[in-house]
T-cell receptor, first 112, second 116 residues
């Protein structure tokens, strides 16, 4: 079983739709969580951190459920430019030896 | 945000040759740099963690003699793929974390390696 699991998709939704991605992680000691976005043939870029209280950044809302070891990302009013692969990322530990584990990503395609 | 560069961005080489990839933090000092590999349609896989002035820590299954890592300064880490073979063809991405030890990683633009 992978340490970080995501539905690979692809999700194909019309512009303006709301779309949600889920992610689960297996290491209960994981300390911090992120969503990254990766465009085709490019490096990942940080989209947002994920906090237990939930956090919002414009059209994007991230949620963390530590008890269920579950992370989500909600995109409202989706734009064509949101088309990308979204990576769920988990940081195992807070020390200098901490490691970031990437999920395999969920592909999102927004159609006009 | 912080900037990390990689060079070269793309390289094609013959089987059996060695390829060196550089990762530089341009506007901050990075005590730790990470090297990842990404095959098509797969996620990033951590290969090794590179700490300035000490030996790199390799992930299980990654051959340290094949993937030589040097982190000689606070702004530069290099990955050398020795005796490259076609199965080493991949997208290699480095990331760097600054001296404050914050968990945010800044990614380089990646190096696409094709071994013929």
């Amino acid at each position: 079983r992978k340490e970080v699991e995501q539905d690979p998709g692809p999700f194909n939704v019309p512009e303006g739709a709301t779309v949600a991605f889920n992610c689960t992680y297996s290491n209960s000691a994981s300390q911090s969580f992120f969503w990254y976005r990766q465009d085709c043939r490019k490096e990942p870029k940080l989209l947002m951190s994920v906090y237990s209280s939930g956090n919002e950044d414009g059209r994007f809302t991230a949620q963390l459920n530590r008890a269920s070891q579950y992370i989500s990302l909600l995109i409202r009013d989706s734009k064509l430019s949101d088309s990308a692969t979204y990576l769920c990322v988990v940081n195992r530990g807070g020390s200098s030896a901490s490691k970031i584990i990437f999920g395999s990503g969920t592909r999102l395609s927004i159609r006009p | 945000g912080a900037v990390v560069s990689q060079h070269p961005s793309r390289v094609i080489c013959k089987s059996g040759t060695s390829v060196k990839i550089e990762c530089r933090s341009l506007d901050f000092q990075a005590t730790t740099m990470f090297w990842y590999r990404q095959f098509p349609k797969q996620s990033l896989m951590l290969m090794a963690t590179s700490n300035e002035g000490s030996k790199a820590t390799y992930e299980q299954g990654v051959e340290k003699d094949k993937f030589l890592i040097n982190h000689a300064s606070l702004t530069l880490s290099t990955l050398t793929v020795t005796s490259a073979h076609p199965e080493d063809s991949s997208f290699y991405i480095c990331s760097a974390r600054d001296r404050t030890g914050a968990t945010t990683q800044y990614f380089g633009p990646g190096t696409r390696l094709l071994v013929l």
